[in-house]
Nanobody
């Protein structure tokens, strides 16, 4: 069974940092692009970042470029999202997700992912 479990969310002051983790199981982790997404109350789920199978490529939406960094360790079946210079508008539930097709590149577009974690709350106070 495909499982993705996020952790690391919490409350942080504006300008602070958090690192989120996504632990995966039930599939060949190294064969799939993994993405991070977020959803704030009343808003659509939006892409944040994605990372290729061997971490050779990554993509970020403009709003987080230069502030967030995605990484993965295939030996640990884990993807991280390092977030710095956090802003109140970064507050959301953050999800990791697995791309639909193995060995194919995807950017962080929600419709291209079909397995999702339960999410972890990030709240940035001003």
């Amino acid at each position: 069974e495909v499982q993705l479990v996020e952790s690391g969310g919490g409350l942080v002051q504006a300008g602070g940092s958090l690192t989120l983790s996504c632990a995966a199981s039930g599939f060949n982790f190294r064969d799939y692009v993994i993405g991070w997404f977020r959803q704030a109350p009343g808003k659509e789920r939006e892409g944040v970042s994605s990372i290729s199978m061997s971490a050779g490529s990554s993509d970020y939406v403009d709003s987080v470029k230069g502030r967030f960094a995605i990484s993965r360790d295939n030996a640990k079946n884990t993807v991280w999202l390092q977030m710095s210079s956090l802003r109140p508008e970064d507050s959301a539930v953050y999800y990791c997700a697995r791309a639909r097709v193995a060995w194919r590149w995807y950017g962080p577009t929600p419709g291209d992912y079909n397995y999702w974690g339960q999410g972890t709350q990030v709240t940035v106070s001003s």
